[in-house]
């Protein structure tokens, strides 16, 4: 697993009704699992996605509060997924999740917008830390 689970409640991200989408795109399905167990215990609403592909199609991915992107996946890259969704003048905040990071990528993700970079394995806790000033914009 690439990151530890909280098996305490957690406190929610917000106070709305209505939970926030938290969008994750990554390859490995127990990593989208995992990520969408933590979101649900945040008291947030969470959608997975096997490829930027996949998320790209999805005609609802406006949606989106806050995206949990792997930055190496198989076919388009997370990095090229966040050069595409700014080219389109998306404002979707994104949290780059990796395995492989290395500093280049790291700085160009952060100098194309990115919250944050997050290297496998992380804390729960790190994530959400990142994800709640997101969302509030």
Known sequence: MFLLVASRKLAPVTNQTEPELISIVDDD??????????????????????SAEEFLEWDQRNQTACLVLDI???????LELQAKLKAEG??????????HGDSK???????????????????DEILLEKIRPALIG
Not at 72 to 78: A, D, E, I, Q, T
Not at 106 to 123: C, H, I, M, N, Y
């Open 29 to 50: 399905r127990s990593v989208q699992s995992a990520l969408k167990d933590l979101m649900e215990s945040a008291g947030l609403s969470a959608r997975c996605f096997g």
């Open 72 to 78: 190496r996946m198989p076919g388009m890259s997370g």
């Open 90 to 99: 998306s404002l979707i905040p994104i949290i780059f999740i990796t395995a």
């Open 105 to 123: 990528m790291r700085v160009q993700a952060l100098k194309s917008g990115a919250v944050e970079v997050l290297t496998k394995p992380f804390d």
